[in-house]
C-alpha cells in the first residue's frame, strides 16, 4: 500500500529531470540494444496481462464501467496479440535491410540499419487505458528504447495497476511509470526526449509538439476526428446496420478514436437505416439500454456533461429520433440517434465520443464525399456500399488515416496495416512493424572499398572529368566508355 | 513580397487547384519532372554562372553535386513513379475471408519547401522532386544568401513546370516568418538546428509535419590503414569531403578527424601533397575551391581561429582572404576541445584533427557529443566497422569514404536527435511528402454473429478463438467440443 501511494507522489521537473537522466544512463549501458533484453521484456508483458486479467476488468470496470468481454477482447487480447507478433517477429525486424547501390557509388554495398532513439515518453489516453499505454510501449522496447509511460489521471484505476504491474514486472532500470494529472506531465515534457507518443485530442496534441519542438523531438499522435459512415442504398442493411451499432456503441460506447461519429445517407435511404438501427438496437442492447451491463458508461461527469450540452442545444433536442435518455447518477446515455442536427450545431462539428449518432441527409450519395472533405481530415472513414465505382471513387477522394469498405473499426485489428491519421487527425503511424519503425531511427549505411577510385570526383577539374560524369551519371555505358577515350561528341 | 492578404489568396488558389485533383494524376506528375529536366538541360550553362557568382563554384564541382545529382534523381523518379504510386498489400489473418488489406499513398496537399544557400539547386529541386512525384502543390522559398541561384530559380522554374500548382518566393526572414504562419499540410527544411526548431513550434500550431534536414560536426574516424594505396585514397576522400564539398559548406562535409596520435603526422603530410595536387600551390588561383558564402559567415570562421590555443593549433594553411571571402585549405591539431571550433560545426575549410590513444575510443567520444548527419570511419578492421554502427548514433554512416552518400538514391538520407527529423531521397523523397493511407475492404457475406452484443459466454469463446487465430479451438466451440475457459458469463442486469 505505501509503495503504491508513494508513486502517486507528483512529479516535478526536477524530479522529471533525474528520471530522464537515470534512464539515458541505463540506456548507455547498452543494455536495451540486446535481443535477449527485448525480448524479455515483451515476455514479461505478456505473462503481466495473462496473470493480472482480471485486475484489467476491475480496473476498466471501475474506471469506465467496460464490459468484461469489451475489455477482455478489445483491450488484454488486442494487447497480447500484438506482444506476441513482436515477440515472433523482433529479430526479423531487428535484421538490418540490404538495398541495392547503383553506378553513382560504384562499388559499394549499403544497408539500413534499424536503431532505438534512445529514451522515449508514451503518453496515453482514458478510453482503452491498458491497450493504448502498453502498445507504443511494446514498439518502443521492441525497438530497443527505455520507456516512461505516463497514462491517463482520467481512469485512475488502470493507471495505478499500470504502475503496480511495470514496477513488479518489467526492468525499472529502464521503464517507468509516472502517474499524474497536467502538472506532473508538463513536468515531463520539459525534458529532452527522442521520441514522444501521444494518443488523445488535437489541443494537447499541439502542446506535446509545441514542447518537443524545443528538442527537435520527433513525435508520433495518434489523435481523432470525426469519423463519417457513408451509408449508400442497395446493401445488406442488417449486416450494415449490426456493424455500425457494433463499431459505435459496442466499442466503449462511442468513445473510440475511430468510432463511427456520424452518419451520411440520402433523403431517400434515412427512414430504412434509423428504422434498422433501431431494431438492432433493441437486440442488442435490450429495451432499457440505461440497464444494459454491455454498455460502457460515461467516463466522467465532465464528459457527461459535455455530452448532454450537445443534445440540448437548441435546434438539436428536436432532431431525436432515438434514445435520448441519460441518468446522471450512473454516468451512462442510452443511444441516441439524430436526423439532420443543424451543420452549424456542435454536435456536427466537434468529435462526439460519445453514445450520440447524428445522421445527414443528402441528394445523391456522392455528394456526402464533398461533405467530408470540406472538413479536417478524420482518423478513419467507413462507406457502406455495393457499388464498386462508388467505393472507388471514395478510396480515392476521401482523405482520413485509415478507410474502411462495408465495415467499422476492425482495421485496427490488422497488424499489416498502419496505424495513424493525416492533418488534424494525427502524425505517423503504428501497430505490428510499423510500432518498430516509429520507434527506430533507421540508419543508413554505405561500404565503399578503397578499390574503386574513380579520379573522375577530384580537383583539378578538366573537361574530361565532366563530359565522363555526365556519361556516368546518363547512366549510360557506352558515353562512358567514349569519354573515357576522349571520343565524345561534346 | 506580397502582402498577407496576397499570400493567402495565392494560397487558397492553390488548395483549390489541388482539390480538382489534376495534380493527382500520374502524367501530371511525369510532366513536371521532365520539366524539370528540361530546365537544367537549357539551363546548365546559366546555372553554373550562377553558382560561381553566389559561391564561386567550380562548374564541375556544380555539376558533380546538383546538376548531375538531380538529373539522376529526376530520372529515377521517373523510371519509378508508377511503382511508387501503387499501393501495396497487407496481410490479413486468416479468419479475415473475403477481405482485403492494403496501404495506398496519396498526396498530402499543399507543402512548403525551404531550401539553402550552399547547394540552392539541389536543396530546393530536390525535396521539390519528391513532393511533386508525390503529387502536392508546393510553395518553395530560396535562400536569400545565394541571391544570384535565388533570382536565376524564381525566375525559370514557372517556365518549365505548372505556375498553378509551384509557387517560387525569395526574400529573407520576414518572408520565411509570414510563410510559416499559415496551414501547410507538410513543412520540409534544410538548415540550422537553431531555426529547425523554429519551424516546428509554428508548425506545431497547426499539427502539421515536418521534415528538418539539419547538421552537426560530422566526424572522419581515420583509422590505421596498413597499404599505402589504401591510405592515399583514404587522404584524397577525405580532402575532397572537405575541400572540395563548397569548401566545407555542406551538411555532411568533414567537420573534424579522429585518428591515432601515431598516424597523425602522416596524415598531415599525406594531406598537404593531396590538397597542393588537387588545388594547387595558391588554392585561390586554381578557382576549385568555394569561397565563403558572406561576410558574416567569413567573420564567424575567422573568429573561430581567433582563440590563440586554437591559432597555435594551426599545421597548415590558415591564411584569409576578406576581400575575397576566401580561406585556404586549413588544417589543425589538437585545438583545445572547449573551444568554439569543436562545439560548433564549422560549416567552413578549416579541419581539426583530434589525437586519441586508440582508435576505440573514438566510440565513446562521439557518444557524449550530439548525434551528427553523418559518421565518416576509414578503416578496415571489421570489428571496429561493427561497433561502429552498433554503439554510435548518427544519421547515417559511410565507410572508407565521404560525401558520396548524398547520391545512393536507396538509402535515406536524414539525421537523427539534433541533426534532424525525418528523411528524403530516392522513394524516401516520394513517402516523405505522401500519407499512407490504409484501406480495409470487407464483403457483407461472411458476418460473425458473435461479433454483437448482447454478451454470453458462447459468443466469447469464439470470439477469443477468433482473436488467437485459433481455427481449430474456432471449429471445436462451434461444435460444442470445447469447455468455456471461464465460469459462466452474468447476464445484463441493473445496478
Not at chain 1, 218 to 243: W, Y
Request: aromatic share 8%; glycine share 8%; proline share 5%.
Amino acid at each position: 500500500m505505501a509503495a503504491m501511494e508513494e508513486t502517486k507522489v507528483g512529479v516535478d521537473a526536477d524530479a522529471a529531470s533525474r528520471l530522464v537522466k537515470e534512464l539515458r544512463d541505463g540506456f548507455a549501458t547498452g543494455k536495451t540494444r540486446s535481443y535477449q533484453w527485448r525480448v524479455s521484456q515483451l515476455k514479461s508483458i505478456l505473462k503481466m496481462a495473462e496473470d493480472h486479467e482480471h485486475d484489467v476488468v476491475e480496473a476498466l470496470r471501475s474506471d469506465l464501467s467496460k464490459p468484461e468481454l469489451e475489455s477482455c477482447l478489445y483491450e488484454v487480447a488486442m494487447l497480447k496479440n500484438s506482444c506476441s507478433l513482436a515477440v515472433k517477429k523482433l529479430k526479423q525486424w531487428m535484421v538490418p535491410e540490404k538495398v541495392k547501390t547503383s553506378i553513382t557509388t560504384f562499388p559499394s554495398s549499403a544497408e539500413i540499419v534499424p536503431e532505438p532513439l534512445g529514451v522515449v515518453l508514451v503518453i496515453s489516453p482514458w478510453n482503452y487505458p491498458f491497450l493504448l499505454s502498453l502498445d507504443p510501449v511494446i514498439g518502443a522496447i521492441a525497438a530497443g528504447n527505455a520507456v516512461v509511460l505516463k497514462p491517463s489521471e482520467v481512469s485512475p484505476a488502470t493507471s495505478s495497476l499500470l504502475a503496480k504491474l511495470v514496477g513488479e514486472y518489467m526492468d525499472n532500470s529502464l521503464i517507468r511509470v509516472v502517474e499524474g494529472g497536467v502538472a506532473e506531465t508538463t513536468a515531463l515534457l520539459e525534458q529532452k526526449w527522442d521520441k514522444i507518443c501521444y494518443t488523445g485530442n488535437g489541443r494537447v496534441g499541439r502542446i506535446v509538439m509545441a514542447a518537443a519542438a524545443k528538442h527537435l523531438t520527433p513525435v508520433l499522435l495518434e489523435l481523432g476526428g470525426k469519423s463519417p459512415v457513408v451509408v449508400d442504398s442497395g446493401i445488406n442493411l442488417q449486416v450494415a446496420t449490426r456493424r455500425i451499432i457494433a463499431g459505435k456503441w459496442g466499442c466503449n460506447n462511442g468513445q473510440t478514436c475511430v468510432a463511427p461519429d456520424y452518419i451520411l445517407t440520402t433523403k431517400d435511404f434515412a427512414p430504412k437505416l434509423v428504422d434498422a438501427l433501431k431494431h438492432e438496437l433493441e437486440h442488442f442492447f435490450g429495451e432499457n439500454p440505461l440497464d444494459s451491463k454491455d454498455l460502457s458508461r460515461i467516463v466522467n461527469s465532465n464528459h457527461f456533461a459535455r455530452l448532454t450540452k450537445l443534445l440540448d442545444e437548441d435546434r438539436v433536442s428536436g432532431t431525436i429520433v432515438h434514445g435520448g435518455k441519460s441518468e446522471k447518477s450512473t454516468l451512462k446515455i442510452s443511444p441516441t440517434i439524430l436526423l439532420d442536427a443543424p451543420r452549424d450545431s456542435l454536435i456536427m462539428n466537434e468529435e462526439i465520443f460519445g453514445p450520440l449518432l447524428p445522421i445527414l441527409t443528402v441528394e445523391k450519395v456522392e455528394d456526402s464525399f464533398d461533405i467530408i472533405n470540406s472538413g479536417t481530415k478524420p482518423l478513419a472513414a467507413y462507406l457502406f456500399t455495393s457499388n464498386k465505382k462508388l467505393k472507388e471513387q471514395f478510396v480515392m477522394t476521401v482523405s482520413a488515416g485509415g478507410v474502411v469498405i462495408n465495415d467499422t473499426v476492425l482495421h485496427l485489428s490488422v497488424a499489416g496495416l498502419p496505424f495513424g491519421g493525416v492533418q488534424e487527425s494525427g502524425m505517423g503511424a503504428y501497430h505490428g512493424k510499423f510500432s518498430f519503425d516509429a520507434f527506430s531511427h533507421k540508419k543508413a549505411v554505405l561500404y565503399r572499398s578503397f578499390a574503386g577510385d574513380a579520379p573522375v570526383r577530384y580537383p583539378p577539374y578538366t573537361k574530361g572529368k565532366l563530359r565522363l560524369m555526365k556519361a556516368l551519371i546518363g547512366g549510360s555505358i557506352l558515353s562512358a566508355i567514349f569519354a573515357l577515350f576522349g571520343l565524345s561528341k561534346d | 513580397m506580397e502582402s498577407v492578404g496576397d499570400l493567402e489568396r495565392d494560397l487558397e488558389g492553390m488548395r483549390e487547384y489541388y482539390s480538382q485533383g489534376k495534380t493527382k494524376e500520374a502524367s501530371w506528375r511525369k510532366s513536371q519532372l521532365k520539366g524539370l529536366l528540361t530546365l537544367l538541360k537549357e539551363k546548365e550553362e546559366d546555372i553554373f554562372k550562377a553558382l560561381k557568382q553566389d559561391l564561386g563554384k567550380h562548374h564541375v564541382e556544380a555539376f558533380r553535386d546538383e546538376i548531375g545529382t538531380l538529373t539522376k534523381s529526376l530520372n529515377n523518379a521517373l523510371g519509378s513513379l508508377k511503382e511508387w504510386m501503387s499501393g501495396r498489400k497487407a496481410i490479413l489473418p486468416k479468419i479475415a475471408v473475403l477481405s482485403t488489406a492494403e496501404i495506398v499513398p496519396e498526396p498530402l496537399g499543399l507543402v512548403l519547401i525551404f531550401s539553402s544557400w550552399n547547394y540552392p539547386f539541389g536543396l530546393s529541386l530536390e525535396p521539390l522532386i519528391g513532393a511533386i512525384a508525390a503529387g502536392n502543390t508546393v510553395v518553395l522559398k530560396l535562400s536569400e544568401l545565394a541571391p544570384a541561384c535565388a533570382s536565376l530559380l524564381a525566375n525559370t522554374i514557372p517556365n518549365f513546370v505548372d505556375n498553378k500548382a509551384v509557387k517560387v518566393f525569395q526574400g529573407g526572414p520576414t518572408v520565411a516568418e509570414q510563410l510559416l504562419q499559415q496551414k501547410w499540410d507538410k513543412i520540409f527544411f534544410t538548415g540550422s538546428a537553431r531555426t529547425g526548431r523554429l519551424v516546428l513550434s509554428a508548425a506545431a500550431k497547426h499539427l502539421t509535419p515536418v521534415t528538418l534536414e539539419l547538421g552537426g560536426k560530422c566526424p572522419a574516424v581515420v583509422d590505421s590503414l596498413s597499404s599505402s594505396f589504401d591510405r592515399k585514397a583514404a587522404v584524397k576522400r577525405i580532402v575532397v569531403g572537405k575541400y572540395g564539398a563548397c569548401a566545407g559548406q555542406a551538411c555532411i562535409a568533414i567537420d573534424y578527424i579522429l585518428a591515432e596520435r601515431k598516424n597523425i603526422s602522416t596524415l598531415v603530410e599525406m594531406m598537404k601533397v593531396i590538397i597542393k595536387e588537387m588545388f594547387g600551390g595558391n588554392p585561390i588561383e586554381s578557382h576549385s575551391i568555394a569561397r565563403i558564402i558572406n561576410k558574416q559567415h567569413f567573420l564567424r570562421l575567422k573568429n573561430l581561429l581567433e582563440d590563440p590555443n586554437v591559432k597555435a593549433s594551426i599545421v597548415y594553411g590558415g591564411s584569409l582572404d576578406e576581400d575575397h571571402l576566401f580561406i585556404e585549405p586549413t588544417i589543425l591539431v589538437d585545438p583545445p576541445l572547449e573551444a568554439a571550433i569543436m562545439t560548433e560545426e564549422i560549416f567552413g575549410p578549416l579541419l581539426p584533427i583530434i589525437s586519441l590513444e586508440k582508435i576505440e575510443d573514438s566510440i565513446q567520444f562521439l557518444n557524449s557529443r550530439p548525434k551528427p548527419l553523418a559518421i565518416y570511419c576509414f578503416t578496415k578492421n571489421k570489428s571496429l566497422e561493427r561497433r561502429m554502427i552498433s554503439e554510435t548514433s548518427s544519421g547515417g554512416v559511410v565507410f572508407n569514404d565521404a560525401i558520396i552518400q548524398y547520391a545512393a538514391d536507396s538509402l535515406p538520407f536524414g539525421g537523427v536527435g539534433e541533426s534532424g527529423v525525418g528523411r528524403y531521397h530516392g522513394k524516401f523523397s516520394f513517402d516523405t511528402f505522401s500519407h499512407e493511407k490504409a484501406i480495409t475492404r470487407r464483403s457483407f457475406l461472411t458476418d460473425f454473429w458473435f461479433r454483437y452484443p448482447p454478451w454470453n459466454a458462447h459468443k466469447w469463446q469464439l470470439l477469443e478463438c477468433a482473436y488467437n487465430s485459433d481455427y481449430l479451438g474456432l471449429l471445436l466451440v462451434i461444435l460444442g467440443l470445447k469447455k468455456p475457459r471461464r465460469g459462466s458469463y452474468q447476464p445484463a442486469y441493473s445496478h
